[in-house]
């Protein structure tokens, strides 16, 4: 039997996964250049992105019923990518887009630890390797001068830190509700799941603008359009690509290709003079990146794991 379509269909999901995550390397400057305040920069990404996956939902699928418990894991989601934004748009202005999506990218190390915790997975010898490699990494990339840098920046350096433990939240709480949402039916387009959550992200994020007295108000023409492709290309084109890849493609290549995202974040930065990193800092790049790759690599599971609930 030939394996050509396998062959084709696995190069399609290399080409598809490695755009995605380059268009997503790309978000943190066109956040830094929308000219708005953090929150509602947020805001209006995830209204627009969700209006917009309604309309391809629309035409291309339709809209299925979803049950109770799938309307509630939902939520998850939902709430995690508004924490996730509120966090790391501040953390692009602080630090800058590179290294604000590079921090971002420790989800992977909360997303093997939520396998040990939920899931019965293991923690291995190559995990705890890919963390010491990741943080010696982010301690040449900041200088080795933690103590020295401004109150204000080491805060941004927490606020990327924190915003992969709540992309982690994110990407579970997502991959659960489409398991939820497609339980004893036909598989729910993960559109549909991907739109309910920018709705949902979109409304409390409003709540927080709200509450920190921000004007919602776009500023003019060039703000709207980089919003734009900030919701059209950043969040549905790109998740769309990854979502339609990562079943295809082994894990490792899925965390090889997924590395593109900060890698095309940080040369952005060096390009437009944003940083300026000397042979320290591309050391300290590159060994970050190769600790979240080693780390990333999936465990082996134990013969009974356990469920999340």
């Known amino acids: 039997m030939s394996t050509q379509p396998d062959t084709a269909a696995r190069r399609s999901a290399f080409v598809q996964l490695l755009m995605g995550a380059a268009i997503i390397g790309s978000n943190g400057l066109m956040v830094r250049f929308a000219e708005t305040p953090p929150t509602i920069s947020a805001f209006w990404r995830m209204l627009i992105s969700g209006i917009l996956l309604a309309a391809w939902v629309q035409h291309r699928h339709g809209w299925q019923r979803l049950s109770p418990k799938a309307w509630g894991w939902i939520c998850i989601p939902a709430i995690a990518f508004a924490v996730d934004l509120w966090m790391w748009h501040r953390s692009i202005l602080i630090v800058g887009p590179g290294l604000s999506t590079l921090l971002a990218n420790a989800q992977v190390f909360f997303m093997v630890l939520a396998g040990v915790l939920f899931f019965g997975e293991r923690l291995t010898l190559r995990f705890g390797f890919g963390v010491i490699l990741a943080f010696f990494g982010l301690w040449l990339l900041l200088g080795g001068d933690w103590a020295s840098l401004p109150e204000e920046y ?45 709705f949902g992200s979109a409304l409390i994020l409003g709540v927080m603008g709200v509450a920190e007295g921000s004007h919602f108000a776009i500023p003019g023409w060039r703000s709207f359009a980089i919003l734009l492709a900030l919701a059209a290309l950043g969040h549905c084109l790109s998740w769309i690509l990854i979502s339609r890849s990562i079943n295809v493609l082994s894990v490792g290549m899925v965390g ?54």
């Not at 940080?266 to 300026?276: C, E, P």
């Not at 060994?287 to 999340?308: D, E, N, Y």
Request: proline fraction near 5%; include cysteine; hydrophobic fraction near 50%.
């Open 154 to 198: 080491r805060w941004g350096v927490w606020l990327g830190l924190a915003t992969g433990l709540a992309y982690a939240v994110y990407n579970i709480g997502l991959k659960r509700a489409q398991t939820e949402a497609a339980a004893g039916r036909e598989r729910i387009p993960i559109e549909q799941v991907l739109c309910l959550a920018a």
């Open 256 to 309: 090889l290709l997924l590395l593109t995202q900060p890698t095309v974040a940080y040369l952005l930065d060096v390009l437009l003079g944003l940083a300026n990193p000397g042979p320290r800092q591309w050391a300290g790049l590159a060994l970050t990146l190769l600790g979240i790759f080693v780390a990333g690599l999936k465990t082996r599971l134990r013969s009974s794991p356990k469920q999340l609930r």
